[in-house]
């Protein structure tokens, strides 16, 4: 396994650069997660509007460039979606580290779906797969946990 | 055997990993084994093995006299007075938490005052909180420098009529300084306050001698200083160890068992309850051999001028910053990198072979105080040479490439 699959441009930037990062205005939903093996921490934003949309997602963390990468990419690709979409692209998600399956849905785009799949790299490194998983877990959580 | 070429006496180094020589810079977690310990598990459960203690056939007499014949090789290694204050324990962590249990259900009442420090690993913390939550008792931390170490003076400010026991690190796992136990054990006597000794991190790697440093408890994990895992140890001043109540019950233990009351065995076994683990006390015997045959102190002068040598590298590196700067450091070296977290640089340095510990290295108060989440750290054994330091400097170039810094 290379290591330049892991750290691939995209989630470098991602890290460098992560968007959405802070509390969003008006959220009303929202979770926290740390892991205590290495101190990443992640906490989830989201505003659900009445139409069940993720109308605004945003989150605040520390952690590893895979951790930021992967909660900077979950908010880039789901601000804005439906809620039932965004538990469907979650999980599918959380499959594709789990089973090493691929993201197909076609309601994403292309470049949402690379993105996405950049993180599928982290598949040969178990130990740093709960670095990826830990935001998109939070976000089940934070969907369940009205402020 | 030469320190030289001790890499060979670990079969551990025999393998690749990611198709590299393994650099392994893990030893503060737990250190490799060498092969006469290793030989001696399988050889012990080959030809001696049985529960010790408990039946008289031949080979429970074996087991047993090869059993007892390790604490007597512990008690020679430490310089104990009696064999009867070495206990073994399933790690440093037990050790800690039967003298936490045991003196503080005794000695300590609601207000007295536990002192502490700002270094210590949660096995020398969480013990003391169960013990406030439980008797009401007020822990104290005496603070770090900004060098990381903890002095004496420290300690002498926070110790008052109420302090009923100093639980304190020998080497801190993070900024590796040698804490001043002999000075600390010498104020604390005077003021007749018994010391607990973390000494997870000073055994491995120092000459310690129980009536020289003159502690009442000082706690080991054996598989930090090329035992089996499974095993510590604590030693403890026979006058407690006759007065604490036991830890845990069950067989071995006992006196004499009725159905209104229960006696107790006395020192060591009162401390020992069920089936100890066997094979591993009695193959400790060969990591105390290996650790004589090569000579702490040469131990001791090989670990501190490989570190040296690594640090001068990783000072070279101007993206590097090394935790802390104590006047003695024990054979640990933390580090942070500029715009890499700990858990990226792990992960790269792995891939060229080098075994580091990314994390708060279960000292998360320390962590706090510095104001950093994780840390990379690279600790020493015997085996490790100038070449690993060389291969750590490399790999550590090899993060900021692919991070592109
Ligand atoms: C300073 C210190 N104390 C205590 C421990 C706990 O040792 P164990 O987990 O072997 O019980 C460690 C292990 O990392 C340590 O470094």
Not at chain 2, 41 to 64: C, D, M, Q
Not at chain 2, 334 to 363: N, Q, S, W, Y
Request: glycine letters at 6%; aromatic letters at 6%.
């Amino acid at each position: 396994m290379e290591l330049k699959e892991l750290y691939q441009e995209i989630i470098l930037d991602h890290a460098k650069n992560p968007r959405n990062k802070g509390k969003c205005n008006g959220y009303n939903h929202d979770a926290k997660a740390h892991n205590p093996l290495c101190g990443d921490k992640v906490h989830i934003y989201a505003k659900l509007d009445v139409n069940k949309n993720l109308s605004d997602l945003s989150f605040e963390g520390e952690g590893c460039a895979i951790s930021l990468a992967s909660a900077s990419i979950l908010t880039d690709t789901l601000k804005g979606k439906d809620l039932q979409f965004s538990k469907k692209v979650t999980d599918d998600f959380l499959k594709m580290l789990k089973n090493k399956s691929k993201i197909t849905l076609n309601s994403l785009s292309e470049d949402q779906i690379t993105t996405i799949s950049s993180l599928s790299g982290v598949q040969e490194f178990p130990m740093r797969i709960k670095c990826a998983t830990m935001a998109w877990h939070t976000l089940l959580a934070a969907i369940e946990k009205k402020k | 055997m030469n320190i030289k070429n001790i890499k060979s006496e670990f079969p551990i180094f025999e393998q690749k990993v990611n198709g590299k020589p393994l650099v392994y810079l893990d030893s503060a977690n737990s250190s490799q084994k060498p092969r006469a310990v290793i030989n001696r598990i399988s050889n012990f459960y080959e030809t001696e093995f049985s529960n010790v203690g408990r039946s008289v056939h031949s080979l429970a007499v074996k087991a047993t006299n090869r059993f007892e014949e390790s604490r007597d090789k512990v008690k020679n290694y430490l310089n104990a007075k009696h064999r009867e204050e070495i206990i073994f324990t399933k790690g440093a962590t037990e050790s800690i938490n039967l003298v936490a249990s045991s003196f503080g259900e005794k000695f300590i009442k609601e207000g007295d005052e536990i002192l502490t420090t700002e270094l210590e690993h949660h096995s020398n913390y969480v013990p003391w909180h169960f013990l406030r939550q439980k008797k009401g008792a007020k822990i104290k931390f005496a603070p770090v420098n900004d060098k990381g170490e903890v002095g004496i003076d420290e300690i002498k400010n926070l110790i008052n009529s109420k302090t009923k026991i100093i639980a304190i690190t020998h080497i801190s796992n993070v900024t590796g300084a040698i804490v001043p136990i002999k000075k600390i054990v010498d104020l604390a006597n005077e003021k007749n306050i018994p010391v607990l000794v973390d000494g997870t991190q000073g055994a491995p790697h120092l000459e310690i001698d129980m009536q020289e440093l003159g502690c009442d408890f000082y706690a080991i994990s054996c598989h930090k200083m090329y035992g089996p895992n499974g095993l510590g140890i604590l030693y403890a001043k026979k006058k407690w160890l006759d007065e604490l109540p036991p830890y845990q019950g069950g067989g071995g233990m006992i006196s004499e068992v009725l159905k209104e009351n229960v006696t107790f065995a006395d020192t060591p076994t009162k401390f020992e309850a069920g089936t100890m683990q066997t094979a591993e006390v009695v193959a400790f015997s060969e990591a105390i051999k290996f650790i004589e045959e090569l000579g702490i102190k040469n131990i001791h002068n090989h670990e501190n001028e490989i570190m040296e040598y690594g640090i001068e590298q990783l000072k070279k590196n101007n993206s590097v910053k090394i935790i802390g700067d104590p006047k003695e450091r024990g054979s640990v070296i933390c580090f942070t990198m500029k715009g890499i977290h700990p858990h990226d640089i792990a992960t790269i340095l792995d891939e060229d072979g080098v075994a580091i510990r990314a994390g708060h290295h279960c000292c998360q108060i320390l962590h706090d105080k510095l104001g950093i989440p994780a840390t990379a750290r690279a600790s020493l054994g015997v085996y490790n040479s100038r070449d690993d330091m060389d291969k750590l400097s490399d790999a550590i170039n090899n993060c900021k490439k692919i991070f592109k810094i």
